[in-house]
């Protein structure tokens, strides 16, 4: 089927493709910024002290792009969870309203038919392709179908250490400090928890998707060897 008669869900269909790879490439961007200001800030702490390790206000500062605003990067890194998790759910937002709109563009007739549609193709896309000969045929489907939620998952693991860093390495000598801390990583948890949920959801429908193709795949083999 053409899109030409869908102009309006086939636009919307291309721009979420746009969006994604941008979300796709952002969250990489983040996740490696924030690991890399974790690591720094561990590096500098002070010697372990009542069992837990400690450090002192990091008086390194980052500056934010195109504001050329500093700010220290102890605070980047306590909003870094709370990023990482919105950015997630967003980017599960865009993979929920691209199936909406790639069903009202035609029929789902499988993977070929989101190639033919998909404009915009992402570097996931290009790194698990699935060509008609692609052997072994059940393990590479496999591997396609499941990129795309393994891939934010490694994500969601990041964010969860981060939170897990900020709240244990993170010394707080006042209330201010203190209640920085714990209120973005309570921010952070709730958008986790749907988050997490959409994730589960996610995980679980491209399951059941590679569970379909390999018993159809097997039914087709038993029928080839009659």
């Not at 952002?26 to 002290?49: E, K, R, T, Y």
């Not at 980017?91 to 038919?113: E, F, N």
Request: aromatic share 10%.
């Amino acid at each position: 089927m053409a899109t030409d008669g869908h102009p309006p869900w086939d636009a919307r269909y291309a721009a979420l493709g746009r969006t994604q790879a941008r979300y796709l490439w952002i969250l990489l961007a983040l996740s490696v910024f924030f690991l890399a200001l974790d690591a720094q800030a561990l590096a500098s702490q002070w010697p372990i002290a009542l069992g837990r390790s400690r450090f002192a206000h990091d008086p390194d500062v980052v500056t934010i792009p195109f504001l050329q605003l500093p700010i220290s990067s102890g605070v980047v890194r306590m909003f870094g969870p709370l990023i990482l998790v919105v950015l997630l759910r967003a980017t599960l937002g865009t993979l929920a309203a691209a199936k909406t709109a790639l069903s009202r563009i035609g029929p789902d007739d499988g993977d070929s038919s989101i190639e033919a549609y998909d404009h915009h193709p992402n570097v996931i896309d290009m790194a698990v392709y699935l060509s008609d000969t692609a052997k072994p045929k059940r393990l590479a489907y496999s591997l396609a179908a499941v990129s795309y939620p393994l891939y934010l998952s490694l994500h969601a693991a990041v964010a969860a250490y981060l939170s897990y860093s900020v709240v244990v390495n993170t010394s707080c000598p006042d209330a201010t400090r203190l209640i920085l801390v714990w209120s973005t990583q309570v921010l952070a948890l709730g958008f986790a928890i749907p988050t997490c949920v959409g994730l589960f959801g996610f995980w679980r429908g491209r399951l059941l998707k590679v569970s379909h193709y390999w018993r159809k795949a097997s039914a087709a083999q038993r029928e080839g060897q009659r």
